[in-house]
């Protein structure tokens, strides 16, 4: 019964350091989420077209069709898409004045259509 125990000791903390693990990866997913959205925010204050956003979405997309191994898809997706959107001539062309403007950081998550 005593080496019963241990056996589900054991178990639950191996259970215990995988949830640890998925909550870290978690964790870097949001913060990369965060990113992306910030970006995308600031490109809606420039008036960036559709069509630029979609291209800019596509090359994504086509860069991240074979995924490297050992690396998460939906981090590498959107890894991909925070380097593409920084890249986004827009973004450097903007006065540093209009960048760290208050008004366009207030709520850095609403993104209207």
């Known amino acids: 019964e005593l080496q019963q125990k241990v056996e589900e000791t054991e178990v639950l903390k191996m259970e215990l350091q995988m949830l640890e693990t998925e909550r870290v990866r ?17 490109l809606r204050d420039l008036n960036i077209s559709k069509r ?6 596509l090359s994504t997309l086509e860069s991240c069709c074979d995924p490297q191994p050992g690396k ?19 973004l450097h062309k903007q006065p540093m004045e209009q960048a760290q403007s208050p008004e366009s950081l207030s709520n850095p998550l609403v993104i209207s259509c």
């Open 26 to 42: 978690l964790s870097l997913v949001e913060e990369k989420l965060m990113d992306v959205l910030q970006l995308l925010q600031q």
């Open 72 to 90: 998460a898809q939906l981090f590498e997706v959107l890894d991909t898409l925070q380097q593409e959107l920084t890249a986004c001539e827009l």
């Open 52 to 57: 630029a956003l979609g291209k800019i979405l």
